[in-house]
């Protein structure tokens, strides 16, 4: 019994601890299984700070795209696209695509980037002299709305269909009494006595409250001048078109845009309202763009498909008496920049509503390119240059 005691108790203090072999094989162990741990922790913290990166970076470059879609700028002046923005650096002059760059340093939770924006001008203006003298790009027309807009297009059409309806009334009176010598005029050589009036009017549309019906009409008559009316024609002969009629709710209603055909010296816009004056009450100020289609000043090279414009070409424009004459506040043409070339006031100061520039020249429209856009590309890079492209979005603008 006493020996068996022992021998418990040596067991006891016989007992010994982990071997050198087994803690190097234990520390080995450990290493292999938390090294990888450790490692995707790592991975986890570097992918964390890029997806923050790239999650600012995205923020930023939306930020500054839809900072440039509703900050005026010109698309032909380098000084003055971006003038709402003066911190950013503007590139001293377009490339061959007419694109600027401009660049800006921003910072965003810690994180510094290099922003550089593109605005690249789907049709670009060209001040310098060419076959079509563009110096008139002061002032380009926005997006029509026919909700809120009319707008009434001619390109000489009913200017050709009313020479020949002239043509066959003094062709029929010639036939019935031939004179003495010589032949019937042609329709080109009537139509260079033909005086244009362009009638905008309005008038209360009665299956629609609140809307009116706005037309355009053409109408067309003969100017003997000092001579005599050709056989068939006289004073009361008149040829007229209805080009446009449109019903718009009068509290809508913001541009009227007319593009025409000029065709001498006389020609004449009228604008009347039979609308028990709905316009004159409700409508709020209106803006009247007059764009003159496929002519140039007189004395300039003509290109093929345009006119020549009378010399001393003015344009008359008559509201006296209609709801137009107080609503029209502004009025945008393409005639000129200066005083030889432009609209007549017919008595009721209609020429100065339109609108001019410090030096006194008509701010005009640029017809060449109605809604004109611009594209706009946004691309993101890391400050240092370490990472390039990180964001880059893409979007468009029209030119205010």
Known sequence: MKERRCRATGYWRDQRGFTLVELILTIAILAIVT??????????????????????????????????????????????????QPDWTVAASPDANGTYTLTQDKSVDKNSFKVTAQIQPLSKVVPA?????????????????????????????????????FANKHSAAYAAAPAA????????????????SIIISA?????????????VKYKYTYNKGAGSYPAGIDASTVYEDVVESASINVNKLENIYLFYQPVNERDQIILETNDANAIQLNANDLNLFVIAQNSVKHGESVPAGYT????????????????????VQKLYLNLSANNTDELNANGDQVAGKAQ?????????????????????????????????????????????
């Open 35 to 84: 090294i990888p741990i450790l490692s995707y922790f790592t991975d986890a913290a570097k992918h964390n700070a890029r997806s923050r990166q790239k999650q600012n970076a995205s923020v930023l470059a939306q930020d500054v795209l839809e900072e440039f879609k509703n900050t005026p700028y010109s698309l032909d002046d380098p000084d003055l696209v971006c003038s709402a």
């Open 129 to 165: 002299a060419t076959a079509i003298p563009k110096n008139y790009e002061k002032y380009v027309i926005g997006t029509m709305d026919s909700s809120k807009d009319v707008m009434s297009s001619e390109h000489g059409q009913t200017l050709t269909s009313a020479s020949y309806a």
């Open 181 to 196: 010598s010589g032949s019937p005029m042609s329709a080109d050589e009537l139509k260079k006595n033909l005086d244009c």
């Open 203 to 215: 008038k209360e549309d009665s299956a629609k409250p609140g809307n009116d019906i706005i037309s």
């Open 308 to 327: 020549e414009r009378p010399q001393g070409y003015k344009l008359s424009i008559n509201s006296l008496g209609s709801g137009f004459a107080t609503k």
């Open 356 to 400: 001019k520039d410090p030096s006194g020249n008509y701010t005009l429209v640029h017809s060449e390119s109605i809604n004109r856009m611009a594209d706009i590309t946004v691309t993101v890079d890391s400050q240092d240059g370490s990472k390039t492209g990180i964001v880059q979005v893409n979007g468009s603008k029209v030119q205010n």
